[in-house]
């Protein structure tokens, strides 16, 4: 359900959360764009903590976007097996590899438009790309964790992740859209469960108009 002044709400959670979790940023390990990229693409559908354990030989094994764009579909499928959904993971970034090689001179890419041409690339990829690896906001990056939340706390009444990002970008003001979504991910991690939120101990649970639903259920 929709809070009657969202904007406000918006800044009233990011004021609240950023005491809570100041440090809120990417757990992804990377050192260059590409590395950014890659790691971004690998974490669809899985943790961040298991495509670090991957990275590290992948990216010793695979130094840059040409080696990756040379890479065998099969080898590379093998070698991010573990990320779950590695057929698909492996093509989009083995086309990546080579579209980032072919029109971009083996340099990632860093506008939003240049970057949803790659293979494997949406928004939301595309905006943890330009944040992390750029220092780049256009947008707001909308995973699993920002989608449950922002419904939960009256912020939007969309699933659609395109619109959902479309309506937190006219609630908040630019200079919190590339952190916004760590605040939330962090939140949803260590409180706004998505089976069992705990609402008791949550320090939004006064403005969430969820809360009570949720703690009247226990």
């Known amino acids: 359900m929709l809070v009657e002044n969202p904007e406000k709400q918006a800044l009233e959670i990011i004021k609240r959360l950023l005491v809570v979790y100041p440090d809120a940023k990417t757990a992804l390990n990377f050192t260059t764009p590409f590395e950014m990229l890659v790691a971004t693409i690998l974490s669809a ?21 040409k080696a990756f764009a040379e890479a065998s579909l099969a080898e590379l499928e ?6 779950g959904f590695f057929h698909n993971k492996a093509a989009n970034i083995i086309g990546a590899a080579r579209g980032v ?8 890419p860093s506008g939003m ?4 041409t790659l293979p494997g690339v949406g ?8 944040h992390n690896a750029f220092g780049l906001v256009e947008g707001i990056a909308v995973d699993t964790h920002v989608k449950r939340l922002t419904e939960r706390l009256g912020l939007t009444s969309n699933t659609d992740p395109v619109k959902i990002e479309q309506d937190l970008m006219a609630l908040l003001p630019r200079t919190y859209w590339g952190d916004f979504s760590y605040y939330l991910i962090d939140h949803g991690r260590a409180v706004c469960d998505a ?5 008791p101990e949550c320090v939004l649970k006064d403005i969430c108009p ?6 009247q259920a226990e």
């Not at 438009?113 to 949803?116: G, K, N, P, Y």
């Open 78 to 83: 093998q070698d991010i097996k573990s990320s």
């Open 45 to 65: 559908q899985s943790t961040d903590k298991m495509i670090n354990k991957i990275t590290p030989a992948l990216f010793e094994k695979y130094p840059d976007p």
């Open 123 to 130: 928004r939301k990829t595309a905006n943890v790309v330009l």
């Open 113 to 116: 438009a240049d970057m949803l």
């Open 210 to 215: 969820s809360a009570f639903l949720f703690i």
């Open 195 to 199: 089976k069992k939120p705990h609402c």
């Open 101 to 108: 090689v072919s029109r971009f001179g083996g340099v990632v």
